[in-house]
């Protein structure tokens, strides 16, 4: 694979870096909703909002420890910002970015010691079907990070780290669609471009693997104690030996195409169920699973369809009852305005789950801010050691951290 290099044609320049704080409280609307959505009237969960960077940069974002002082630090596009002051350092030389008409070079990110030598480094993936690199943390040396190329195609819109081998290491899980499999990329311990291998999932012509493909997960679909890859055209069933590939492939049907995608028991009939949220359009589901063939069958229910391009989405438990619940938001400017609701309000918020007497989902909708939105992913993570999930996210509107009070 031959490294691809930087755009020549690049207007270099320093974006202008901005870092202010604003208390805000996650808050409800009285507004139309769904059989399985609830509005409440007050909310005891409250976040600080902090601009990290208030230019449009990337719609990935990943934090690690870069430095080693024991702080975690956020990465997005071509920067690393250094906590606890946000102070940015480069990793590549940036561009400017026109959010009303373009788009960047960082679609996702992620941060991990690629190649064993104790520094966090960070993985870039592109526009939608093109290069995936990642970049070598120089350590005390500093300067730019060295680039090494992965694969010049990632496909899929929501491409994923998961630990697919069930070796305790994170991989790479994209598609590759001059084959139509669904792949993953599995760290060697080596460095430069052989730090990973490429390993199939599944057999060739199969649908998730496009680059335009939408909906992505990884979870325990059929219960049977591993956790498979699905898409929201079916799902490849783990093996008990991970290496055995292909992964047999079962047709399913989960819905319009979405974002990232996540399994649980919502309604606690034994049985995995699948939440999903619109990439493009208006609506997030859960699809409730009825049927334990090998095919599996989903009944999809409607969360609510009042919030378009919620292209970002992470499940965690956000206020500690020991139910997970969702985040997300509208991906500002997706498709440069173009998409249903493309200009509408760029909302971040959360749907507190809960169950009924019957155990059947319950969905409260708490507002944490009108003046951001998401990217193509939220990082949950405790940034400040209080125990605490905060938020942290990428658009094309700034970087964000949201930290939960």
Not at 9 to 32: G, K, N, Q, Y
Not at 263 to 270: A, K, L, P, V
């Amino acid at each position: 694979m031959t490294k691809l290099k930087h755009p020549i044609s690049a207007i270099l320049f320093v974006v202008p870096f901005f870092f202010f704080t604003v208390v805000i409280w996650s808050c409800t609307t009285r507004s139309p909703v769904s059989e399985t959505e609830a509005v409440q009237q007050q909310d005891t969960v409250a976040f600080i909002k902090h601009t990290v960077h208030s230019a449009f940069i990337s719609e990935g974002v990943a934090v690690g420890d870069i430095n080693s002082d024991g702080k975690t630090d956020i990465l997005a596009g071509a920067y690393w910002f250094e906590a606890p002051d946000w102070t940015p350092h480069e990793i590549w030389a940036p561009v400017a970015y026109d959010y009303t008409t373009g788009y960047s070079r960082s679609f996702l990110n992620w941060a991990v010691d690629v190649n064993g030598d104790g520094h966090t480094d960070y993985i870039n993936g592109g526009f939608p079907g093109q290069d995936i690199h990642w970049y070598e943390n120089p350590g005390d040396t500093g300067g730019h990070w060295k680039e090494y190329l992965i694969d010049t195609m990632a496909c899929n819109e929501s491409p994923m780290m998961a630990d697919v081998n069930n070796d305790g290491m994170p991989d790479l899980v994209f598609g590759f669609e001059p084959t139509g499999q669904m792949v993953s990329y599995q760290m060697t311990g080596k460095g430069g471009e052989d730090a990973w291998k490429r390993v199939p999932i599944g057999a060739e012509g199969l649908p998730g693997s496009g680059k335009f493909s939408h909906g992505l997960g990884f979870g325990d679909i059929n219960k049977d104690g591993r956790n498979d890859v699905f898409v929201r055209e079916g799902w490849w069933e783990a093996p008990e030996n991970r290496d055995e590939v292909p992964w047999p492939f079962h047709p399913a049907s989960l819905g319009e195409p979405a974002s990232q995608m996540y399994t649980y028991d919502f309604d606690q009939d034994g049985d995995m169920d699948v939440v999903s949220a619109s990439a493009h359009n208006y609506g997030m589901w859960w699809h409730e699973q009825t049927d334990a063939t090998d095919s599996l069958v989903f009944e999809p229910h409607l969360i609510t369809d009042q919030y378009s391009q919620n292209h970002g989405v992470a499940f965690t438990d956000i206020n500690a009852d020991g139910l997970p619940d969702l985040v997300t938001g509208k991906r500002f400017y997706a498709h440069n305005g173009k998409d249903p609701g493309g200009k509408e309000t760029p909302y971040l918020f959360w749907f507190e789950y809960q169950r009924d007497e019957n155990n059947r989902p319950n969905w409260t909708k708490h507002i944490i801010d009108n003046n951001s939105g998401v990217g193509l992913q939220i990082v949950t993570e405790d940034m400040n050691g209080d125990g605490k999930p905060d938020l942290v996210m990428a658009n094309k509107k700034g970087v964000y951290y949201f930290e939960q009070k």
